[in-house]
T-cell receptor, first 113, second 115 residues
Framework: AQSVTQLGSHVSVSEGALVLLRCNYS??????LFWYVQYPNQGLQLLLKYTSAATLVKGINGFEAEFKKSETSFHLTKPSAHMSDAAEYFC???????????FGTGTRLKVLA | DTGVSQDPRHKITKRGQNVTFRCDPISEHNRLYWYRQTLGQGPEFLTYFQNEAQLEKSRLLSDRFSAERPKGSFSTLEIQRTEQGDSAMYLCASSALAGVVDTQYFGPGTRLTVL
């Protein structure tokens, strides 16, 4: 069975600082991995996805994530935080042949001025 | 706007009442999903349609819940005899399988409050 663990339910960074949101997955078969962002009272917006084509994935709004099979990780990073990045971020996993996503519990990012 | 839409955005109801939510997927997306998100948690899968066929229902979906997707277009999720524990955000997503990855696009959600 697949699962996702997001370490740190709350992360605070200063504006302009590096953003690092952690995601570790568990899967017995090669996974597909996704990061979504959710602003208050809104649905989820896709940031980026890993589909086995390249281990470093670039997404929207300057975010990127690196798939590390040896560490079973797919951490999300952004070099310089902006106030508009304040939101909740969810990591999700699915595998070939399935359709439902398994989501982590989310990390709420706070950006300090 | 060609994204996934949901109606209503907010619903407040009294315990024991029935409620129905609607989801309109992205045009030509043949797959449609319902998820439930409670406070402080990630979305949890409820059910999945391919065209008009409901192919899987989670054990989270008690017999008070029913979902339909007539004609393979919009979908409705009905909750009968609502309970306070049903209070949550109900999210709809749609996708069209392209390549090997099924990328789901989410709507804005319907927030249900059961008093």
């Amino acid at each position: 069975a697949q699962s996702v663990t997001q370490l740190g339910s709350h992360v605070s960074v200063s504006e302009g600082a590096l953003v690092l949101l952690r995601c570790n997955y568990s899967s017995s078969v090669p996974p597909y991995l996704f990061w979504y962002v959710q602003y208050p009272n809104q649905g989820l917006q896709l940031l980026l996805k890993y589909t086995s084509a390249a281990t470093l994935v670039k997404g929207i709004n300057g975010f990127e994530a690196e798939f590390k099979k040896s560490e079973t990780s797919f951490h999300l990073t952004k070099p310089s935080a902006h106030m508009s990045d304040a939101a909740e971020y969810f990591c999700a996993v699915s595998v070939l042949g399935t359709y439902k996503y398994i989501f982590g519990t989310g990390t709420r990012l706070k950006v300090l001025a | 706007d060609t994204g996934v839409s949901q109606d209503p955005r907010h619903k407040i109801t009294k315990r024991g009442q029935n409620v129905t939510f609607r989801c309109d997927p992205i045009s030509e997306h043949n797959r449609l999903y319902w998820y439930r998100q409670t406070l402080g948690q990630g979305p949890e899968f409820l059910t999945y349609f391919q065209n008009e066929a409901q192919l899987e229902k989670s054990r989270l979906l008690s017999d008070r819940f029913s979902a339909e997707r007539p004609k393979g277009s919009f979908s409705t999720l009905e909750i009968q005899r609502t309970e306070q524990g049903d209070s949550a955000m109900y999210l709809c997503a749609s996708s069209a399988l392209a390549g090997v990855v099924d990328t789901q696009y989410f709507g804005p959600g319907t927030r249900l409050t059961v008093l």
